[in-house]
Antibody, heavy 119, light 106 residues
Framework: QVTLKESGPGILQPSQTLSLTCTFS??????????VGWIRQPSGKGLEWLANIWWDDDKYYNPSLKNRLTISKDTSNNQAFLKITNVDTADTATYYC???????????WGQGVMVTVSS | DVVLTQSPATLSVTPGERISLSCRAS??????LHWYQQKPNESPRLLIKYASQSISGIPSRFSGSGSGTDFTLSINGVELEDLSIYYC????????FGSGTKLEIK
């Protein structure tokens, strides 16, 4: 059974760095073809893809946010991470991690973690 | 960037209707087009992959078609539990999502 769960700080101030953790089970990021992606959704708005990381440590970023994003993984502990630097109120959203299947399908999603940026 | 345009933004439906939702890509994405359902206060759920391939556990009333730039998600006999927002997503060039179609009761 595949499960994913996101964790984060809840609230942070503008200009700080947001650190998110995705803890998963039921698959391994050391297995050929496996990947984890991060997606966010401001309240009442649509989905925005942020970044992917793959079993071979390949990384891909949303071009509009690339300068602020860093994705990484800890294969031995079944975790993936996302850092967003220099946050502002526009980064307030629910952040999801998801397993990436073939064709960049997001076949399993976490429950999401709400992050608020406020002074 | 590949832009996905979904229409309509909102669709009012009567239970039992057959409906179609559209997703149009700004350039060809082959069949790397996937559909998700998001119910209120829930995470998105994968409905259809590669434009037309079914997903285990998803009711058979959901189907998808299309390739290249024009795609359709159909629901044959809408049920009340289908009231959600539906998103398309392409995986041919990085990832992008459409803006969604909200299904509501007429």
């Amino acid at each position: 059974q595949v499960t994913l769960k996101e964790s984060g700080p809840g609230i942070l101030q503008p200009s700080q760095t947001l650190s998110l953790t995705c803890t998963f089970s039921g698959f391994s990021l050391s297995t050929y073809g496996m990947g984890v992606g991060w997606i966010r959704q401001p309240s009442g708005k649509g989905l925005e893809w942020l970044a992917n990381i793959w079993w071979d440590d390949d990384k891909y970023y949303n071009p509009s946010l690339k300068n602020r994003l860093t994705i990484s993984k800890d294969t031995s502990n079944n975790q993936a991470f996302l850092k967003i630097t220099n946050v502002d109120t526009a980064d307030t959203a629910t952040y999801y991690c998801a397993r990436i299947g073939g064709g960049e399908t997001l076949d399993y999603w976490g429950q999401g973690v709400m992050v608020t940026v406020s002074s | 960037d590949v832009v996905l345009t979904q229409s309509p933004a909102t669709l009012s439906v009567t239970p039992g209707e057959r409906i179609s939702l559209s997703c149009r890509a700004s350039e060809s994405v082959d069949t790397y087009l996937h559909w998700y359902q998001q119910k209120p206060n829930e995470s998105p759920r994968l409905l259809i992959k590669y434009a037309s391939q079914s997903i285990s556990g998803i009711p058979s009333r959901f189907s998808g078609s299309g390739s290249g730039t024009d795609f359709t998600l159909s629901i044959n006999g809408v049920e009340l539990e289908d009231l959600s927002i539906y998103y398309c997503q392409q995986g041919n060039s990085l990832l992008t999502f459409g803006s969604g179609t909200k299904l509501e009761i007429k």
